[in-house]
């Protein structure tokens, strides 16, 4: 607290490791659930069973066996390698963005061009917590937001990616922001308890009328918990002004990329990345941003 420079520059430092370990949470968590989904899949099925008995008239895919036998690298103990080639990262090839730029953005071992994905959420989550430092200080305000920026990150990541948003990372934000709220460290339990129940019924109502309508599903039960998860931390009143702002983001980038890359407008566009965004903004900015919108609302 003496020394807040300090403070914000070792929050930066500590969000460069957070967010290279956020890569692989990203890169890594949706195969280890296609992983588990494709085993207990052929559990229920029993196709399991028909692989080890030796009176089955088919043998079993290799595909199958190598999927049971080889799951895919774990999050935590496993090195970080090059998905190419396989090439284990040696300590100086992780270090956060100077790698990167040592390197020359390829892999030493084949050459591949690394994706932009790894530099720039190392440098999202260290420009963040800095932010986060910067306001709130070292306080538990601070550390519970610093928390909450990971998971959030790592859901938008995910979602970008997979247009998945895993019950693993959501529910555990949800209670995490309850929890808090017998503190309370942002808003009281009521609030919190309220803001929760309201961020999931809001979406849940827009995707059943929305299914309804035109018989289509307009988003994933992924969002109501996440808004759910933001409900909990913010309270129930920064519902609407979350919805809107993530709403105006994700039509504003949603033009964007049918304009500049053509893409179909059937194209389903995750809504999480716009959620956790809205949701990070009023989170930062709490009471403040609330009451201003109200401000705004009331003429």
């Known amino acids: 607290m003496e020394y ?12 460069l490791l957070v967010g290279s370990f956020l890569n692989v949470v990203i890169l ?11 085993r207990d899949s052929r559990d229920v099925l029993g196709l399991e069973v028909e692989a080890e008995s030796p009176s089955s008239p088919e043998p079993s895919p290799p595909q199958a066996v190598e999927m049971e036998t080889s799951p895919p690298p774990g999050i935590v103990v496993e ?69 909450a920026t990971g998971y959030l990150i790592a859901m938008s990541g995910i979602d970008a990616r997979t247009t ?9 934000l949800l209670w995490f ?13 009521g609030d919190a308890i309220l803001g929760a129940a309201v961020g999931y019924l809001s979406l849940w109502s827009v995707y059943w009328a929305f299914k309804l309508l035109t018989g289509k599903e307009g988003m994933g039960y992924g969002d109501f918990k996440l808004l759910a998860a933001i409900g909990a931390f913010c309270g129930w009143k920064a519902i609407l002004p979350v919805v809107l702002m993530s709403s105006i983001i994700g039509a504003i ?41 109200l401000r705004f609302m009331g003429g």
């Open 177 to 189: 922001g309850l929890l808090l709220s017998l503190g309370p460290v942002f808003v009281s339990p």
């Open 79 to 147: 090195r970080s390698h090059c998905p190419k080639c396989g090439h284990q990262l040696s300590a100086w090839e992780n270090i956060p963005l100077i790698s990167y730029l040592m390197l020359g953005g390829k892999c030493r071992g084949c050459k591949a061009k690394i994706s932009w994905q790894y530099p720039a959420v190392e440098a999202l989550t260290g420009l963040l917590f800095a932010l986060i430092v910067w306001r709130y200080g070292v306080t538990w305000q601070a550390g519970a937001l610093l928390v």
């Open 4 to 15: 807040p420079a300090l403070a914000i520059a070792s929050a930066a430092v500590l969000g």
């Open 164 to 172: 998945l948003l895993p019950d693993v990372l959501t529910l555990p």
């Open 28 to 38: 890594r968590l949706p195969l280890r659930m296609q992983w588990q989904w494709e």
């Open 253 to 293: 980038v949603g033009v964007l990329l049918i304009t500049i890359q053509g893409r179909d407008r059937a194209t389903p566009i995750p809504f999480g990345p716009y959620l956790a965004a809205a949701g990070w903004v009023q989170m930062f900015y709490g009471k403040d941003l609330l009451a201003a919108y």
